[in-house]
């Protein structure tokens, strides 16, 4: 069946209710045809809600003005409301993952919650991506490639949607010269050191040329690979839920009981929730050998702008974060509801005790941060080392060069969530300053933790 507003239509059934329709707009083929037709849709009556284009400008490209041009062009004659929009890509890193993310945040701000943002991705669009992935060694949820369907943002934000997915681009040209459209061309899509143009125009013709049906072929596996992709999820949905901690962390022995290939679905699932990439191959074989399977393990392994350690048969993704400035050796003169911000480090609040804390008199306090062999005598208590002190307290690895401590004449006289110095502490019903250490936020969370009962 050749491509026709009413095929439209009927794709336009599949997607979810909104008020505004907003044609994603570069002024090529695919776009065009997509709001063209859209445009012979609302003229009919058949199409529920307003339509408008987005065009956005990256400026890469000497033509970029003249496409920008060409579409406010178009828009004029079909009296369709246009918004443009110049983005700066950044020139470090891939250029085109960059412009990606320039693009979808100009897609969030400009679609309004009741709002439907429109891709014309095609099949061949479809066929070219399953192939990259599938040279790249992409698991089932990236093999499903391009989704017909996804939130542009968090849950009550608006939605994107590709009518055209199962769509031939043959199709599309087709239907733009049967109404006389005008398009632009990118002539860097003839580029063919480019992976994506190679398929293109090189080695998937050479399929169609032995096996001409592939398209069809290769959309039912694509379907059987979503179904794969969201059973999938739904199982590490499950496991997360079963696996994480109060902390945000997984615990290591539950995680151990299941089998490795769970194990990594898991992973994948709890990367993808915490805003990263989905980890590849090699760094699953290397989470599992070298920290997983090590039941003792303290190691630490560098992800992506995260760092992944373990404490107590617990896995935590921290924030990459560098260690506390040093601070200047200021005299500090502490006062009940003070607050003291620490650079890199969250902050210091004083409060007033009428139970234990230091005792009143205590001048000439220094802020400081270990150095090694620090020790302290708490009251009652035999005199131990700052590391000791740590161990016996719990305190997380990542955070023991980061406790601020407090000395008098050189003498560390307190340790913020540790004790007081016996020599430091106030007497028995006297006014006393308790500290209190603000940590700062270094383990990455998801948004909202389910935590079981």
């Given at each position: 069946m050749d491509f026709s507003p009413a095929h439209l239509y009927q794709s336009l059934h599949q997607a979810p209710p909104c008020r505004e329709y907003v044609v994603a707009l570069s002024g090529g083929l695919d776009s065009s045809?997509?709001?063209?037709?859209?445009?012979?849709?609302?003229?009919?009556?058949?199409?529920?809600?307003?339509?408008?284009?987005?065009?956005?400008?990256?400026g890469l490209q000497a033509a970029a003005d003249s496409w920008q041009a060409h579409c406010e062009a178009i828009c004029h004659e079909w009296g369709v409301p246009l918004h443009c929009e110049r983005v700066a890509v950044a020139s470090e890193g891939s250029q085109e993952n960059a412009?990606?993310?320039?693009?979808?945040?100009?897609?969030r701000a400009r679609t309004s919650p009741n709002g439907l943002l429109l891709q014309a991705h095609h099949l061949d669009d479809q066929m070219e991506t399953f192939l990259l992935r599938l040279l790249r060694g992409a698991g089932p949820g990236g093999l499903a490639a391009i989704p017909r369907e996804r939130r542009l943002g968090g849950e009550s934000s608006a939605k994107l949607f590709r009518p055209l997915l199962r769509v031939p681009r043959s199709q599309l040209v087709d239907y733009a010269r049967q109404v006389g459209l005008q398009w632009q061309e990118d002539t860097s899509n003839l580029?063919?050191?480019h992976d994506r143009n190679y398929l293109r125009h090189t080695v998937l013709p050479q399929i169609e040329s032995r096996w001409p049906a592939y398209r069809s072929s290769w959309e039912k596996s694509l379907e059987l690979l979503s179904a794969a992709a969201t059973l999938s999820q739904a199982l590490a949905e499950e496991d997360l839920?079963?696996?994480?901690?109060?902390?945000?962390?997984?615990d290591l022995s539950l995680l151990r009981q299941l089998a490795q290939a769970r194990q990594?679905?898991?992973?994948?699932?709890?990367?993808?929730?915490?805003?990263?990439?989905?980890?590849?191959?090699?760094?699953?074989?290397s989470l599992q050998q070298d920290i997983i399977d090590k039941s003792h393990s303290d190691g630490a392994l560098a992800v992506q702008d995260c760092q992944l350690r373990v404490f107590n048969d617990e896995l935590y993704?921290?924030?990459?974060?560098?260690?506390p400035a040093v601070l200047p050796d200021d005299?500090?003169?502490?006062?009940?509801?003070?607050?003291?911000?620490?650079?890199?480090?969250?902050?210091?609040?004083?409060?007033?005790?009428?139970?234990s804390g230091l005792k009143a008199g205590l001048e000439s306090l220094q802020i400081r941060y270990r150095s090694g062999g620090e020790q302290i005598k708490l009251t009652d208590r035999p005199q131990k080392t700052l590391k000791s002190l740590f161990q016996e307290m719990g305190i997380p690895p990542w955070l023991r060069d980061r406790v601020p401590l407090l000395y008098h004449e050189d003498t560390l006289v307190c340790v913020p969530g540790i004790g007081i110095?016996?020599?430091?502490e106030a007497p028995a019903g006297e006014s006393a300053l308790s500290v209190h250490w603000e940590i700062p936020s270094l383990i990455r969370r998801r948004p909202e933790i389910a935590i079981p009962d």
């Open positions: 045809v997509l709001l063209h037709a859209l445009i012979q849709l609302q003229q009919q009556g058949m199409l529920e809600g307003s339509l408008s284009a987005l065009h956005i400008n990256h412009a990606r993310e320039a693009r979808y945040r100009v897609f580029d063919q050191r839920k079963r696996l994480e901690t109060a902390r945000g962390s997984l990594k679905n898991l992973l994948r699932y709890w990367f993808s929730s915490l805003g990263l990439e989905e980890p590849g191959w090699n760094l699953l074989h993704l921290l924030e990459e974060r560098s260690l005299t500090l003169l502490l006062a009940t509801g003070q607050s003291l911000d620490l650079p890199d480090n969250g902050c210091l609040q004083i409060r007033g005790s009428v139970a110095a016996e020599q430091a």
